[in-house]
């Protein structure tokens, strides 16, 4: 008999290459999305596939779900600043109500929860690079701390969940991710540059440029997922970071764009400075050490042969826009 996972958020960015993951290795995939941020073409190609059912339901709503489940992957949520600064009350309903529905329904099926938390827990660190035992430094009332906040709160929902009802669970501490799929006017920093690239607009750069991040392939991503998943070992329900380690500047990060996509002008007069948002964490680098420790992951892509293929992905996405406005126009 096959094994059963519900998967909310599932036609968003991650959520969707985890469907296409699990499907492939033969389970029965559910998937629960409200389309608030999420795309059903990222998984409109598995529709009319056997063992595969989607549902367009708010997770903050009471969920339903017919049968055994073996595991619940909690993936529902707006996920950049763009989304959470216009959605701050969804952001922190889904963060809290969808969180407790989707542990009470792992509770009542007995089923292994993972939930996804982010590297946002850690607000702007004065611990670098961020381990899984720092506290965090978060403004509660800023912009940001409606997803700051909400993903805190989820995450000691979660243990509570754990500790008092049993249910077992595991949290993933996301840092920065990108590749396919993900939104052409997302608003992160990489589908931002890209996306300004290809239109032969400048390259937007915040404050200095200076503040650092790192980033993580989707592939490599949803393999470190699956890992901790399915890990037994000892401890394994504390929160574990995944993400790449490899720390680079924004402002290198916008030159490498420049670079792979070739404009009008040197490098340096593509890029446009403006103000600093509210909140913005200067520094981002995982410690990936209980990961490679308890799941033996490392990252394998390359920054270089993952932008390669996100790059492809948009520009496919910019010419059929393109090709859209103009038949409309």
Not at 41 to 69: A, Q, S, W
Not at 220 to 240: A, H, M, N, W, Y
Not at 283 to 304: F, H, T
Request: charged share 25%.
């Amino acid at each position: 008999m096959k094994k059963r996972v519900l998967i909310t958020g599932g036609a968003g960015f991650i959520g969707s290459w985890l469907c296409d993951r699990f499907h492939s290795e033969n389970f029965e995939v559910i998937t629960l999305d409200n389309l608030l941020t999420g795309n059903i073409k990222n998984i409109e190609h598995l529709f009319g596939r056997e063992g595969f059912v989607f549902l367009e339901h708010d997770v903050t709503d009471y969920i339903h779900v017919p049968g055994p489940l073996d595991f619940i992957l909690h993936f529902a949520s707006p996920a950049s600043p763009i989304d959470y600064l216009e959605l701050p009350i969804q952001t922190l309903k889904v963060g809290a109500l969808g969180t407790h529905k989707v542990l009470g329904l792992a509770k009542a099926k007995k089923a292994r929860l993972l939930l996804a938390s982010t590297s946002e827990v850690y607000g702007d660190p004065l611990e670098h690079p961020q381990k899984e035992s720092y506290w965090g430094n978060v403004n509660p009332i800023g912009p940001r701390g409606v997803y700051d906040e909400a993903k805190r709160f989820a995450e000691a929902l979660t243990m509570a969940y754990h500790r008092y009802h049993g249910v077992e669970t595991r949290i993933a501490r996301i840092f920065n991710t990108y590749g396919p799929r993900m939104r052409l006017h997302d608003g992160r920093a990489i589908p931002n540059f890209i996306n300004q690239a290809l239109r032969g607009e400048k390259i937007t750069v915040f404050g200095s440029g200076n503040q650092t991040r790192s980033f993580c392939y989707i592939s490599d991503l949803v393999e470190g997922i699956c890992r901790l998943l399915f890990s037994e070992k000892p401890g394994i329900e504390e929160p574990v970071n995944l993400g790449n380690p490899e720390e680079m500047t924004v402002l290198d990060l916008a030159r490498r764009t420049i670079q792979m996509i070739p404009g009008k002008g040197d490098a340096e007069g593509r890029i446009e400075f403006k103000p600093l948002p509210e909140d913005d964490p200067r520094v981002r680098k995982p410690d990936i050490s209980r990961a490679q420790k308890l799941l033996s992951w490392n990252p394998g892509i390359s920054l270089e042969q993952g932008l390669r293929q996100t790059i492809g992905y948009f520009s496919e996405q910019f010419t059929r826009e393109s090709k859209s406005n103009a038949k409309s126009q």
